[in-house]
Nanobody
Framework: QVQLVESGGGLVQAGGSLRLSCAAS????????MGWYRQAPGKQRELVAG???????NYADSVKGRFTISNDNARNTVSLQMNSLKPEDTAVYYC???????????????WGQGTQVTVSS
């Protein structure tokens, strides 16, 4: 009933930029937190950045100062502006949301399908 759809991944040279977007739709009453995670081959999935409904943000140390997360509460979307990309940023990036459904349940286990980001050297 709820879906998260990511877009914006691609191939970029080191030092370049990409902007990822995630749109949530379905039986959503209110989104409390949206975040971006990434997973590289052979590695654990890690939090990249998160943002609360009120605008409080949290970033992984490895991306702090280079990435910026933002949201649009009215449209249930979150974006990740990625600048000064490095080869080590290469991974599949996933969108996650913590939300209150229209049925009154709080949900944390909804993920997008993932979008590939590849940074060449």
């Amino acid at each position: 009933q709820v879906q998260l759809v990511e877009s914006g991944g691609g191939l970029v040279q080191a030092g370049g930029s990409l902007r990822l977007s995630c749109a949530a739709s379905g039986n959503i009453f209110r989104i409390d937190v949206m975040g971006w995670y990434r997973q590289a081959p052979g590695k654990q999935r890690e939090l990249v950045a998160g943002i609360t409904r009120s605008g409080s943000t949290n970033y992984a140390d490895s991306v702090k100062g280079r990435f910026t997360i933002s949201n649009d509460n009215a449209r249930n979307t979150v974006s990740l502006q990625m600048n000064s990309l490095k080869p080590e940023d290469t991974a599949v990036y996933y969108c996650n949301a913590v939300f209150l459904s229209t049925w009154g349940d709080r949900n944390t286990d909804y993920w997008g399908q993932g979008t590939q980001v590849t940074v060449s050297s």
